[in-house]
C-alpha cells in the first residue's frame, strides 16, 4: 500500500521559513516523479515543484521559484521542500504527491498518489 505522509507545516511570519518533508512508503521514489502540489482556500490546486525519478530534473512553478528549493534522500523515502521568503499568499495546504516531473512542468493528477497535506499559514 502505498502511502505519502507529510509533515514541518504550521504557522511562520512574512519573510520566515519552514521546511516540508514528506515520508514515502509502499513504493520508491527512484520509480517515479514525486514534487508538492499546493492548495490555498477557494483555489484550484497549483502544482509548485517536483523532482524526477533519477534526481536529476527539477521543476519550479513561477511563484516559488528562487525561493523554494526541492530535495531528496538516497534511500528513496524522503522528499523535502526548504520554503524561504514566505509570503502571505504562500498559505495553503500543501501535499506531496507522486507524478511526472519535467524541467517545465509538474504532472500529477487525482489518478496519482497523494498525501493528506500539511497546513502552512503566513502571516503579515
Known amino acids: 500500500q502505498v502511502q505519502l505522509a507529510e509533515s514541518g507545516g504550521g504557522l511562520v511570519q512574512s519573510g520566515g521559513s519552514l521546511r516540508l518533508s514528506c515520508v514515502i512508503s509502499?513504493?520508491?521514489?527512484?520509480?517515479?516523479?514525486t514534487g508538492w502540489v499546493r492548495q490555498a482556500p477557494g483555489k484550484e490546486p497549483e502544482g509548485i515543484s517536483c523532482?524526477?525519478?533519477?534526481?536529476?530534473?527539477?521543476y519550479y512553478s513561477n511563484s516559488v521559484k528562487d525561493r523554494f528549493a526541492i530535495s531528496r534522500d538516497n534511500l528513496g523515502k524522503t522528499i523535502y521542500l526548504q520554503m524561504n521568503s514566505l509570503k502571505p499568499e504562500d498559505t495553503a495546504v500543501y501535499h506531496c504527491?507522486?507524478?511526472?516531473?519535467?524541467?517545465?512542468?509538474?504532472?500529477?493528477?487525482?489518478?496519482?498518489?497523494w498525501g493528506r497535506g500539511t497546513q502552512v499559514t503566513v502571516s503579515s
Open positions: 504527491t507522486t507524478g511526472a516531473c519535467t524541467g517545465t512542468d509538474w504532472f500529477t493528477d487525482s489518478r496519482d498518489y
Open positions: 509502499g513504493i520508491s521514489i527512484l520509480e517515479l516523479g
Open positions: 523532482i524526477n525519478n533519477f534526481g536529476t530534473v527539477t
